[in-house]
């Protein structure tokens, strides 16, 4: 066995083992490959006594489960506002259970089809426009409408502003029938509304 800086290493088994010990400094840098079997991130599932797979703990994780995370999870982004947040595609197969999610095939075959609906993305003012201010903080808007005729189906806002930590948002939520925003300190946002007929 060689002890290195809190690192050791078995090389006289078959499965090498490396150990990252408390010791300081431990080992840090970039490393080009890593593999695990199994892992758990975040402040609750620390220690092992408190959380484990396998032997003596007080709550016992799933034996099926091959990664477990307390926080929000984002895919190609800093910023999740969500469990798992995804900026890009997402394949999945067809759903089974009731809360599953659905691809966009599965949901058109449901309806009869991409023909039977008639779906825009209507977008609100860019930049937004200024509202006043509210307690000597400026804020602005932005509203997407749908067109005569269609209905809302959802909707959303693009927070083209910069650094999160120097505005807040105020609104992101629906109005009759389109998509309501709105922020503090800056214009870059914009509204879009879901709407079909």
Request: proline share 5%; glycine share 10%.
């Amino acid at each position: 066995m060689i002890l290195f800086l809190g690192v050791s290493f078995c090389l006289a088994q078959t499965e090498e083992k490396l150990t990252i010990t408390t010791y300081y400094p431990s080992p840090f840098g970039m490393y080009k490959e890593m593999r695990s079997q199994r892992q758990a991130i975040g402040d609750n599932y620390y220690k092992s006594s408190d959380y484990c797979w396998d032997g003596i703990c007080s709550t016992h994780i799933s034996s099926n489960t091959d990664l477990i995370v307390e926080g929000d999870v984002g895919i190609g982004m800093v910023d999740p506002r969500a469990k798992l947040h995804v900026n890009g595609r997402i394949k999945a197969f067809d759903p089974v259970d009731d809360d599953d999610v659905a691809t966009k095939a599965y949901v058109d075959a449901q309806v009869s089809g991409p023909g039977s609906w008639d779906c825009i993305v209507a977008s609100g003012e860019y930049p937004g426009t200024y509202r006043g201010v509210t307690g000597r903080i400026r804020w602005y808007s932005s509203t997407a409408s749908c067109p005569a005729g269609y209905t809302l189906i959802t909707g959303g806002c693009d927070w083209i502003a910069g650094d999160p930590t120097h505005y807040v948002r105020i609104s992101d939520s629906p109005t009759t029938n389109g998509w309501f925003c709105a922020i503090t300190q800056t214009n870059e946002l914009r509204a879009r509304a879901w709407c079909c007929k």
